[in-house]
């Protein structure tokens, strides 16, 4: 992590450092929680169900710690606001995961089996997406000249979500799924959406960084 933005501050270098990582351990808890549902494994679900509730709780705490050494080491204050922002952002993500996995917990919708490959992918592609942010927002820190390329990644995996969620909305709502409840069907759209907004989130923090990005090089 470059010190024109922190100086010598080793201390706030690894707070990012591990928020960071744990933003990336929410991102694998999500794929695999979701994974072990749409394949039916309820037990293995709900028994590491709190996983994703430390991690979110962990994350906030540090999120806390950063926002104080910022103000406390930063060298350049014009910075400042831009580190803080993405921060902030990058944030939501782990709280989306943890509120997908706890209403789907409560809720219990039913996946039906001709479509547990479409969610799986949909699921795949949101945190993949989310990965590709974390290492945008290192590369941000640390090697710059590499942003674009991960901007660039995150917005595929966000626009091979976005193909999931079509194609998995339009199987809901066509004769294929002619015999589920029109409730059941709509309860299904309001989670293939949610699990779509982890990518939609990670593009709009990665399109922040790159401006912060370009913002760093003038």
Do not use: W
């Not at 080793?10 to 929680?33: C, H, M, P, S, W």
């Not at 204050?77 to 944030?91: G, K, M, Q, T």
């Not at 029109?182 to 790159?210: G, H, N, P, T």
Request: proline share 2%.
């Amino acid at each position: 992590m470059p010190h024109i933005l922190f100086g010598r501050s080793k201390e706030l270098e690894i707070e990012i450092t591990e928020y960071l990582d744990l933003v990336n351990q929410g991102a694998l808890t999500f794929k695999r929680d979701l994974k072990r549902y749409v394949q039916k494994d309820f037990e293995l679900f709900e028994e590491s169900l709190t996983d994703i509730k430390k991690i979110e709780n962990n994350a906030d705490e540090h999120q806390k710690d950063i926002k104080y050494k910022l103000y406390k080491y930063m060298l350049i204050p014009e910075s400042r606001a831009d580190v803080l922002n993405i921060i902030e952002e990058i944030d939501t993500i782990t709280d989306l995961a943890k509120e997908v996995i706890y209403e789907i917990s409560i809720e219990k919708p039913v996946i039906p089996t001709g479509l547990e490959s479409d969610f799986l992918e949909l699921v795949e592609n949101s945190a993949e997406a989310v990965d590709m942010l974390v290492k945008c927002v290192r590369a941000f820190f640390e090697e710059i000249s590499q942003v674009n390329d991960y901007v660039n990644k995150v917005h595929f995996y966000e626009h091979q979500a976005d193909k999931n969620e079509e194609r998995l909305k339009r199987k809901i709502f066509s004769d294929q799924c002619e015999e589920i409840e029109i409730a059941y069907k709509l309860q299904l759209r309001y989670f293939i959406e949610e699990i779509a907004a982890l990518s939609d989130q990670a593009e709009m923090v990665s399109e922040d960084v790159s401006v912060a990005a370009v913002k760093r090089r003038i």
